[in-house]
């Protein structure tokens, strides 16, 4: 449980909708209303996928403070995902096939391949670790994303190669080809809302974690969370639904 939560116990109230519950629609609704604003939403994925919550939020909006909420009350890896046409325009490789080591097997148990491209630091950034420093990655992601997908063939990995460097400390999600239709991970479920929005195609996701267990918070504690804190809980299987 997160902090804020500790000795309380989830009401069954606050258990998730499903994407044939009659509350789904109304949960989408709310999410996109958030979203639109700039604000954090709590997508949970599927149970027989990763199982997990992520704190969602647009990548354009992303403030210091927003970077300490996803630490402190998720506690998962920040990261910030592109749809497929900016990560090209970029020039961002998914990471296991730019990497030539013995240690790459990119065969996880719950997806044909991850996400995961190159972690990079903003070029004005010192450490890029700390909140502003991430923050500011985080937001200048979002603007080159929007620039690169009003002018896809104009925009090159030269062009990113001037404000960003890697390694750096945020860490760059290659959304899949097809969005949804490929895929449903946390990548494509942000990168749907923010398209649903008209927001730059990148989106911030971060896993929400148990402190006592150190387990994936589950679906009823996140759904109780995002109550309490007056944030739009929803369910993967609702978003695709919706937006697919």
Known sequence: MRADAEGSEPDPADAPV???????TASVDRALSAFRAGDPVCVH????REGETDIVYPAGAVDAAAVAHMRNDAGGLICVAVDDTVAD???????ADALDHPAVNDDPAYDD???FSLPVNHRETFTGITDADRA????????????????PEGYTPDDFAASFRAPGHVHVLRGAVAGLDDRVGHTELGLALAAA???????V??????????????PEDAAAYAKRRGIPY????????ALR
């Open 136 to 151: 500011l990655t985080i937001t200048e992601i979002a603007n080159a994303a929007a620039a690169a997908a009003n002018d």
């Open 18 to 24: 499903t994407a044939g519950d009659a509350d789904a």
């Open 89 to 95: 325009a970029f020039g961002l490789p998914f990471l």
């Open 197 to 203: 929005v008209d927001a730059a195609p990148a989106a």
């Open 234 to 241: 929803v369910e993967g299987a609702a978003l695709v639904d």
């Open 113 to 115: 391949r991850s996400s």
């Open 205 to 218: 996701v971060c896993e929400m974690l148990d402190d006592e267990t150190g387990d994936a918070l589950t």
């Open 45 to 48: 994925d599927f149970a027989d």
